[in-house]
């Protein structure tokens, strides 16, 4: 077994603290942020930044669905770091300035990968499926913080 990374950014025309406030509110802005294959999604507990912790479902691919059980933490206030109950899979959404009033988000997943030839093949080809799911997500949020 080996640990999985896919990681994708994004620059935005809004500020760090807006661009910030729209991640971490998964009550409203999370959901219109989701591609199609995201589905099921239900915030359980909380609903803004730390504390929240929110499900759904993800088909990573025609054949895989992951069920998904996510607890928020906020350990900068740049932030956002989601971990599954139900896998060893972490994402990270950080936000950081590059320049006046722009922003640049990025969201790397990590967890830890099959063994063997099966291994072998997440690594290689489903960070690339994960990146175009979250490449997804960040558009969206462009259109959310202009």
């Known amino acids: 077994m080996g640990q999985v990374q896919a990681t994708t950014e994004r620059v935005y025309d809004a500020t760090p603290e807006r661009v910030y406030e729209a991640l971490a509110d ?31 479902k993800l088909q990573a691919t025609e054949k895989r669905v992951r069920d998904c059980l996510f607890t928020v933490s906020a ?8 971990k599954d109950a139900n896998s060893s899979m972490v994402i990270t959404w950080t936000v950081s300035a590059v ?18 030839i099966g291994g072998f093949f997440e690594r290689t080809f489903a960070p ?19």
């Open 26 to 56: 998964y009550q409203v802005t999370r959901p219109k942020l989701l591609p199609a294959q995201y589905s099921e999604y239900e915030v359980r507990a909380g609903g803004t930044g730390a504390g929240t912790q929110v499900h759904w």
């Open 75 to 82: 350990p900068t206030p740049d932030r956002l770091v989601e």
């Open 99 to 116: 320049g006046e009033g722009r922003s640049k988000v990025t969201v790397s997943a990590t967890w830890q990968g099959a063994g063997g």
């Open 128 to 146: 690339k499926g994960l990146n175009r799911i979250h490449d997804q997500v960040l558009a969206n949020l462009a259109a959310e913080v202009r």
